[in-house]
C-alpha cells in the first residue's frame, strides 16, 4: 500500500499541471500565437525602422551606406518635411475637437429614450461602416469644383464658387471636412455607451433636488464619462495622426503639399520615390509624436479625470 | 415641448449626418445629363450605373477579394487574440503581468510607423498578391486581447475550480466553458474585426499589384482614376456597391460593439 501511495505521488509530482515550471509553459503556448505575430509585425519592423533611418536604403530594401543622423537633420532642414509637420498639426486641431463635440453632441442628443431612437443611434454610429476610401470618393464628388453639390448651393445664393481640393487656402479644412464626419460613428458610439452606462440614481437624486437638463447634463453626465472622453481623445488623435486614405484620394498630397500630412509624407518617400532610409526616419518621427502626445495625455488625464 | 425639440434635433442631425451618403444614392440612380444639370433626386430611378460599374471593373471579384480577407482576419484575431486572453486570465504563470503591460505597449506604436519593414517582409517572404500577405499582419490585436481579457475575468473562478476538479483540462476549458460564456465580445471583436478590415486601403494598396486579391477598396480608387472625370453615377454606384454589407453588418451588431467598445473605454 505504502509503495503504491509513492508511486502515485511521485507520478503526480512529475505531471503537476500547476508547479510553476509548467504553467509558465503553458502560458505561453497560449501566448506563442500573439507574441509570434507582434513580433514579426509589430516590435521587429519598429526596430528595423529605427534602424534604416540611420542607413541609405533603396526601394528593394537593399541597405547601403551608414549615414548616421543625417536623414533626421536633413528632415528639419527640409521646408518640404516642416510643412507637412505644420500640416499633420493643424490638421489634428482641427479635426479632434470638431468631431468629439460633434459626436458629443449626438450622444446626448441619441441617449434620451424616445420611440424610435434606435433609428437614430443607427444613423449617427452609421459612419464606423464607410471606409477611407468610399467616404472620400463621395466627398470628392461633393467638393466637385463644378458638379458638386456644395458649389451648387453656394452658386444659388450667389456666392462664388470655392476650389475645395484644388486651392491651398481650402484644402486641408476640406479633407479634415471629410475626416470628421468619417470619425463622428466611433465616437458616437463609445460616449453613447458611457453615457448609457452612467448611474441612474444620480439623476433621481439630482431630480428629487430639482436640477434642470443642463444642470444634469454639466455636473452629472459630462464629469461622469471624463473617463470615456479622454480614451475618444486619444483615438481620436491617434487616429488623426495617421490619416492616409482620404489624403490619397481627395488631394493626392497637394496643392503645393499643403495636404501632404505625415503618413503620406512616409508613403511618397518610401514608396513613389524609393528612399526608404528617409522615410523610415520620417516614420521614428511619427512614432516619437504619438510617444509623446499619448504620455502627456495620461499625466494630465490621471490628475483631471474623474473615474467611478 | 422637450419631446419635440428633441426630436426635431434628432431629425435635423441625422439628415445633416446622412446626407453624404444620401446624396451618394442619389446619384447612383442618375443619368449622366442628370448629374451635369446639378439635380438633388433623379428623375426616374435607374439601375444603369450598377450595371455598368459591375461591367467596367471587375466588381464582384473585388468584393469577394473583400469579403475573404475580412473573413479569415476575423477568424485569425478570434482564434489568436482568445488564446492570449485566456493565458492572461486562466493561467497563473509567472511574468503574465510583464508580458501583458508589453501587450498594452504596443498601442503606443502607430502602425503606419512600421509599414516600410512589413512591407518588406512581405515580399521577401513572396506573399505580395495573396492572401496571406493581406491578412496575417492582422491576426494579433492587442486591443482584441484586452477586450476578451475583460470578459474573461468576469467568469466566476468557482465555474474553473469545480471544471478542474471534474478533470476538465485548460484547453477544454476554454473551447467548453471561456469561449460560449463570452459570446458578446467575440461578436463586438468579430465584427470590430471585419468592418476595419473590409474598410483597409493602405496596406492592400502596398501588398497588391495586380488583380488577384484586389480589395474593392483599391478598386474603388482605380474606377475614380478612370471614370471620375465623366460618370460620377457610376462612382457613386460602385460606392454605394462597398457600402452596404458594412452598413448591414455596423445595424446587425450596433449592440455588440457599443458593449465592446464601452468596455475599452472604461477600462481604458
Known amino acids: ?308 | 415641448m422637450r419631446k419635440v425639440i428633441t426630436y426635431i434635433l434628432l431629425i435635423l442631425s441625422a439628415l445633416v449626418l446622412f446626407f453624404p451618403i444620401l446624396y451618394a444614392l442619389s446619384a447612383s440612380f442618375m443619368q449622366p445629363q442628370e448629374i451635369y444639370a446639378g439635380k438633388f433626386l433623379p428623375e426616374d430611378v435607374s439601375l444603369d450605373a450598377y450595371k455598368t460599374a459591375f461591367e467596367r471593373i471587375p466588381l464582384l471579384h473585388y468584393l469577394n477579394v473583400s469579403f475573404w480577407m475580412s473573413f479569415f482576419v476575423m477568424i485569425g484575431q478570434l482564434i489568436v487574440c482568445s488564446l492570449a486572453a485566456y493565458a492572461f486570465v486562466f493561467i497563473p504563470f509567472k511574468g503574465r503581468n510583464v508580458i501583458f503591460f508589453s501587450f498594452l505597449a504596443t498601442m503606443l506604436i502607430p502602425w503606419e510607423a512600421t509599414i516600410i519593414p512589413n512591407y518588406l517582409t512581405v515580399l521577401n517572404l513572396g506573399w505580395v498578391d495573396t492572401y496571406m500577405g493581406l491578412t496575417f499582419p492582422f491576426f494579433a490585436l492587442p486591443f482584441g486581447v484586452f477586450l476578451l481579457r475583460q470578459h474573461f475575468m468576469t467568469i466566476p473562478a468557482s465555474i474553473w475550480e469545480s471544471a478542474q476538479m471534474d478533470g476538465c483540462s485548460r484547453f477544454r476549458f476554454y473551447l467548453q466553458f471561456a469561449l460560449p460564456l463570452s459570446k458578446s465580445s467575440l461578436s463586438a471583436l468579430a465584427i470590430y474585426g471585419f468592418l476595419t478590415t473590409w474598410n483597409k486601403y493602405l496596406w492592400p494598396l502596398l501588398v497588391t499589384n495586380d488583380d488577384t486579391v484586389r480589395t474593392v477598396q483599391i478598386g474603388l480608387k482605380m474606377l475614380i482614376a478612370n471614370e471620375s472625370s465623366s460618370s460620377w453615377n457610376l462612382v457613386m454606384a460602385a460606392v454605394i456597391t462597398i457600402l452596404i454589407p458594412t452598413l448591414l453588418l455596423l445595424f446587425v451588431g450596433m449592440k455588440y460593439i457599443k458593449e465592446g467598445l464601452t468596455a475599452g473605454a472604461v477600462k481604458g
Open chain 1, 1 to 308: 500500500m505504502a509503495t503504491n501511495a509513492n508511486v502515485k505521488k511521485g507520478r503526480k509530482q512529475r505531471r503537476n499541471p500547476n508547479s510553476a515550471g509548467r504553467l509558465f509553459g503553458t502560458g505561453m503556448l497560449y501566448l506563442l500565437p500573439s507574441l509570434v505575430l507582434l513580433g514579426v509585425f509589430l516590435f521587429y519592423p519598429m526596430f528595423r525602422t529605427l534602424y534604416f533611418s540611420f542607413f541609405d536604403v533603396t526601394g528593394g530594401g537593399v541597405v547601403q551606406d551608414f549615414v548616421g543622423t543625417e536623414h533626421y537633420s536633413s528632415l528639419f532642414e527640409s521646408s518640404e518635411f516642416r510643412k507637412s509637420l505644420k500640416s499633420t498639426f493643424i490638421f489634428v486641431l482641427i479635426t479632434v475637437p470638431t468631431e468629439i463635440i460633434i459626436a458629443l453632441f449626438l450622444a446626448v442628443l441619441a441617449s434620451e429614450k424616445l420611440r424610435g431612437i434606435g433609428f437614430f443611434r443607427m444613423i449617427f454610429a452609421s459612419t464606423l461602416g464607410v471606409s477611407a476610401a468610399a467616404g472620400a470618393t463621395i466627398f470628392l464628388f461633393i467638393f466637385h469644383p463644378s458638379l458638386g453639390v456644395l458649389n451648387n448651393m453656394l452658386g444659388f445664393l450667389g456666392i462664388d464658387a470655392i476650389q475645395w481640393l484644388t486651392s491651398s487656402k481650402w484644402a486641408l479644412v476640406s479633407v479634415a471636412m471629410t475626416t470628421v464626419w468619417m470619425h463622428i460613428g466611433i465616437n458616437f458610439i463609445i460616449l453613447l455607451g458611457g453615457i448609457q452606462n452612467v448611474d441612474h440614481e444620480l439623476y433621481e437624486s439630482a431630480d428629487i433636488d430639482g436640477a434642470g437638463y443642463f444642470t444634469k447634463l454639466f455636473k452629472i453626465t459630462i464629469p461622469m464619462i471624463s473617463p470615456v472622453l479622454f480614451f475618444v481623445t486619444i483615438i481620436a488623435i491617434i487616429g488623426s495622426f495617421q490619416t492616409f486614405g482620404q489624403i490619397d484620394i481627395l488631394t493626392g498630397g497637394g496643392p503645393a503639399g499643403s495636404t501632404n500630412i505625415i503618413v503620406y509624407s512616409i508613403f511618397q518617400e518610401a514608396f513613389r520615390f524609393g528612399n526608404f532610409g528617409f522615410a523610415s526616419a520620417q516614420a521614428i518621427v511619427l512614432f516619437l509624436i504619438i510617444l509623446v502626445v499619448t504620455t502627456i495625455q495620461y499625466i494630465v488625464g490621471e490628475r483631471k479625470v474623474h473615474y467611478q
